[in-house]
């Protein structure tokens, strides 16, 4: 069996990954809090722990995993949304609105990250599908000594836990020198957060023995958590932004509160992402949504195609800082589209890949991808892995090889993306719909470039050429043949205009 090594936030090295049961392998991972659509930054550790399913899955077998990722419906955020509609005059109570926002924000979040082609967890729990269970391990807190109640306010005791602050590396006393913490009354101590806090009269609340009120963010992932993984199970992960308070805190309370668990064996983080070299902000007006990339794109484009998002961010070794720029999205999108063209002439193997993916992806997958994914999620060394087998299917080299060895070579390439997520037989798909006419004018393009080889003239070529290219066709034109490639800009009613 491949061994799998991931680096550790926790211990802060890489250690090869051994399952507490392999026939039930564990994870989980922080998920959205759903007031408003994801943006870029939300959807990398979508993606990178995406791949980190997939490759458990390939090693363990798909059904010996069980992936959670849960949604944050409870909120401040959502709250004061759901009040913006009232007072603007939506119908319904404060809490049929919150359940309206939240409904809509995670249909819109399920629509985005399938278009990145993640699959969806196991189990996606709802913290407000949960709240008996975090009232249970809350008065437990409090029945042990690590927790009190105040004023209608349940707060940790964050010194109660000696290991507090093992996950980021920070003692306590550093902490409160260099962090901004609430600052309350009612606190023991400025680290203390809060488990419990009460609701007001238009807010929503539960009954719980310290008067109505909502849980505190953190110990919804313990409690969720805890309910479908147990007291011990494999990986945590998350983005590096919630090493701390968030995981720091999850750690404190679930150990408190179940010493007999391990809690996480293995903690995983993403670094941040940047936008053309600079932090994403709104004020820099380098904020986007995924959906604004699937929709607009950059200017000049009609919008960025699932997959070639995916793709920038699996360029990227998910522990290093990424810069999603326009310059690599473009070449994205080339290399996929070369992919998608070789391995979609071959109707046997794309009957093969859809009658049985996960069977092809055992059989056929390459063991280097393997490795290197297995290599604490090399996606990068596995895409050029994959670009060095896709250039063997290219152009005049392609002819050389005999039609099996081809053969192998789409199988592996196919195999390798589908580890990743890419399924370039739906992206190939995708493309023709997007290219509907085009052949015709390849036909023309290749009519007057005969004629023209025999008059000399090519001033006809370079109109169409340039026609093309402003509609956002690439024109490849050599010896061998012509090629027309839809870009990213591609306009397909620029074409009609041709006509």
Same mark, same amino acid.
């Given at each position: 069996?491949?061994?799998?090594?991931?680096?550790?936030?926790?211990?802060?090295?890489?250690?090869?990954?051994?399952?507490?049961?392999?026939?039930?392998?564990?994870?989980?991972?922080?998920?959205?809090?759903?007031?408003?659509?994801?943006?870029?930054?939300?959807?990398?550790?979508?993606?990178?722990?995406?791949?980190?399913?997939?490759?458990?899955?390939?090693?363990?077998?798909?059904?010996?995993?069980?992936?959670?990722?849960?949604?944050?419906?409870?909120?401040?955020?959502?709250?004061?949304?759901?009040?913006?509609?009232?007072?603007?005059?939506?119908?319904?109570?404060?809490?049929?609105?919150?359940?309206?926002?939240?409904?809509?924000?995670?249909?819109?979040?399920?629509?985005?990250?399938?278009?990145?082609?993640?699959?969806?967890?196991? #189990?996606?729990?709802?913290?407000?599908?949960?709240?008996?269970?975090?009232?249970?391990?809350?008065?437990?807190?409090?029945?042990?000594?690590?927790?009190?109640? $105040?004023?209608?306010?349940?707060?940790?005791?964050?010194?109660?836990? !000696?290991?507090?602050?093992?996950?980021?590396?920070?003692?306590?006393?550093?902490?409160?020198?260099?962090?901004? $913490?609430?600052?309350?009354?009612?606190?023991?101590?400025?680290?203390? @957060?809060?488990?419990?806090?009460?609701?007001?009269?238009?807010?929503?609340?539960?009954?719980?023995?310290?008067?109505?009120?909502?849980?505190?963010?953190?110990?919804?992932?313990?409690?969720?958590?805890?309910?479908?993984?147990?007291?011990?199970?494999?990986?945590?992960?998350?983005?590096?932004?919630?090493?701390?308070? #968030?995981?720091?805190?999850?750690?404190?309370?679930?150990?408190?509160?179940?010493?007999?668990?391990?809690?996480?064996?293995?903690?995983?983080?993403?670094?941040?992402?940047?936008?053309?070299?600079?932090?994403?902000?709104?004020?820099?007006?380098?904020?986007?949504?995924?959906?604004?990339?699937?929709?607009?794109?950059?200017?000049?484009?009609?919008?960025?195609?699932?997959?070639?998002?995916?793709? $920038?961010?699996?360029?990227?070794?998910?522990?290093?800082?990424?810069?999603?720029?326009?310059?690599?999205?473009?070449?994205? !999108?080339?290399?996929?589209?070369?992919? /998608?063209?070789?391995?979609?002439?071959?109707?046997?193997?794309?009957?093969?890949?859809?009658?049985?993916?996960?069977?092809?992806?055992?059989?056929?997958?390459?063991?280097?991808?393997?490795?290197?994914?297995?290599?604490?999620?090399?996606?990068?060394?596995?895409?050029?892995?994959?670009?060095?087998?896709?250039?063997?299917?290219?152009?005049?080299?392609?002819?050389?090889?005999?039609?099996?060895?081809?053969?192998?070579?789409?199988?592996?390439?196919?195999?390798?993306?589908?580890?990743?997520?890419?399924?370039?037989?739906?992206?190939?798909? /995708?493309?023709?719909?997007?290219?509907?006419?085009?052949?015709?004018?390849?036909?023309?393009?290749?009519?007057?470039?005969?004629?023209?080889?025999?008059?000399?003239?090519?001033?006809? $070529?370079?109109?169409?050429?340039?026609?093309?290219?402003?509609?956002?066709?690439?024109?490849?034109?050599?010896? /061998?043949?012509?090629?027309?490639?839809?870009?990213?800009? @591609?306009?397909?009613?620029?074409?009609?205009?041709?006509?």
């Amino acid at each position: 069996m491949v061994t799998i090594r991931l680096t550790n936030s926790k211990t802060r090295k890489k250690e090869d990954f051994v399952p507490i049961d392999a026939s039930n392998v564990r994870m989980y991972v922080c998920g959205p809090t759903v007031y408003d659509r994801a943006h870029l930054g939300n959807a990398r550790p979508v993606v990178v722990f995406d791949v980190l399913n997939r490759l458990l899955g390939h090693v363990y077998g798909p059904d010996h995993v069980t992936y959670v990722r849960n949604f944050t419906d409870v909120d401040d955020k959502i709250n004061a949304e759901a009040l913006r509609r009232q007072k603007a005059g939506s119908p319904g109570t404060l809490e049929d609105l919150i359940h309206e926002r939240t409904e809509e924000t995670i249909a819109w979040y399920h629509a985005d990250m399938d278009a990145l082609g993640a699959t969806r967890p196991d #189990h996606e729990p709802r913290a407000t599908e949960y709240i008996g269970q975090m009232v249970a391990m809350t008065q437990g807190l409090i029945d042990t000594g690590h927790a009190y109640a $105040v004023e209608g306010h349940v707060l940790f005791r964050v010194r109660s836990y !000696k290991d507090y602050g093992a996950l980021s590396g920070r003692s306590v006393d550093d902490m409160i020198a260099g962090a901004r $913490v609430e600052v309350a009354p009612y606190k023991e101590d400025p680290m203390d @957060f809060v488990l419990w806090k009460p609701s007001s009269g238009e807010e929503p609340g539960w009954a719980s023995p310290w008067g109505k009120g909502r849980p505190g963010w953190h110990i919804e992932c313990s409690a969720m958590s805890l309910e479908l993984l147990g007291e011990s199970f494999d990986i945590h992960g998350g983005g590096l932004d919630l090493q701390f308070p #968030h995981h720091e805190n999850e750690i404190a309370q679930s150990a408190c509160a179940h010493p007999h668990g391990d809690f996480a064996h293995y903690w995983l983080h993403n670094e941040m992402l940047q936008v053309e070299g600079k932090k994403m902000s709104k004020s820099l007006g380098n904020f986007f949504t995924v959906r604004d990339l699937l929709t607009s794109g950059f200017p000049g484009w009609r919008g960025i195609p699932g997959p070639v998002i995916r793709y $920038v961010f699996l360029l990227t070794h998910y522990r290093k800082p990424m810069d999603w720029r326009q310059a690599t999205a473009s070449n994205a !999108k080339r290399r996929l589209d070369i992919w /998608s063209s070789e391995v979609s002439a071959n109707s046997d193997l794309k009957r093969d890949f859809e009658t049985d993916r996960e069977g092809f992806t055992k059989d056929f997958v390459g063991n280097e991808v393997v490795q290197a994914l297995s290599d604490d999620l090399n996606t990068s060394l596995a895409i050029t892995l994959l670009i060095s087998t896709g250039k063997k299917l290219e152009g005049a080299e392609r002819a050389l090889l005999r039609s099996d060895e081809v053969e192998g070579l789409q199988r592996e390439l196919v195999a390798g993306c589908f580890l990743v997520g890419i399924d370039l037989f739906a992206y190939g798909d /995708s493309n023709k719909k997007r290219s509907e006419g085009i052949p015709e004018y390849l036909a023309k393009l290749i009519a007057l470039r005969d004629t023209a080889m025999q008059t000399k003239d090519f001033s006809a $070529v370079d109109a169409l050429k340039s026609a093309l290219t402003a509609a956002g066709v690439e024109v490849r034109m050599s010896k /061998s043949g012509v090629e027309l490639v839809p870009g990213p800009d @591609f306009d397909p009613a620029k074409l009609e205009a041709l006509q």
